[in-house]
T-cell receptor, first 118, second 111 residues
């Protein structure tokens, strides 16, 4: 299993440009998440999905959009990039708690995408 | 506003000592708590989770939870230089899929 993969690893955008951050997991997890991590800070939830076709906003959704057409993929779209979106973006996935022997849904993280908006 | 608070550190301990990392949370509805380790430039990886009051041990790691005081801690025994990392505490309500993360505590283990 590759686990959670993210592309690209690094990207520099100009203000106003758009891009899509890709996230794929091969663990057949129902739940997927997008976080951003600013320097010296914890992770803030941007969007999450509990299954194909179902997405919902997290703490900091403004300026982003998501879609979930398959179980495996959960792309994050940035429209009209702004310097405030400079951050490291992590995708994560998990099983629902009821489907785990541990009774809790461990989130597995991808390697991250480092985005700079200039 | 649901919050998870951690001292940013750095917490510096000598090799072989016990490192004690602390976390408080504001939402009394939080039910499950997670400790993630994050090396510089890497993604977080789960070390332990706890959802019952008391202690939970896993090798050199012990998580402690006190729901009355809204306090979670992580003890690392026999600290090694390879334990040097940022430790993130996260909390989740029982009916929520969402984790609320603290800003992390940076641990330095001196050889």
């Amino acid at each position: 299993n590759a686990g959670v993969t993210q592309t690209p690893k690094f990207r520099i955008l100009k203000i106003g440009q758009s891009m899509t951050l890709q996230c794929t997991q091969d663990m057949n997890h129902n739940y997927m998440y997008w976080y951003r991590q600013d320097p010296g800070m914890g992770l803030k939830l941007i969007y999450y999905s509990v299954g194909a076709g179902i997405t919902d906003k997290g703490e900091v959704p403004n300026g982003y959009n998501v879609s979930r057409s398959t179980t495996e993929d959960f792309p994050l779209r940035l429209e009209l990039a702004a310097p405030s979106q400079t951050s490291v973006y992590f995708c994560a996935s998990s099983y629902p708690r009821a489907q785990t022997s541990s009774g809790t849904d461990t989130q597995y993280f991808g390697p991250g995408t480092r985005l700079t908006v200039l | 506003q649901k919050e998870v608070e951690q001292n940013s550190g750095p917490l510096s301990v000598p090799e072989g000592a016990i490192a004690s990392l602390n976390c408080t949370y504001s939402d009394r509805g939080s039910q499950s708590f997670f400790w993630y380790r994050q090396y510089s430039g890497k993604s977080p990886e789960l070390i332990m989770f706890i959802y019952s009051n008391g202690d939970k041990e896993d090798g050199r790691f012990t998580a402690q939870l006190n729901k009355a005081s809204q306090y979670v801690s992580l003890l690392i025994r026999d600290s090694q230089p390879s334990d040097s990392a940022t430790y993130l505490c996260a909390a989740r309500g029982d009916s929520s899929y969402k984790l609320i993360f603290g800003s992390g505590t940076r641990l330095l283990v001196r050889p």
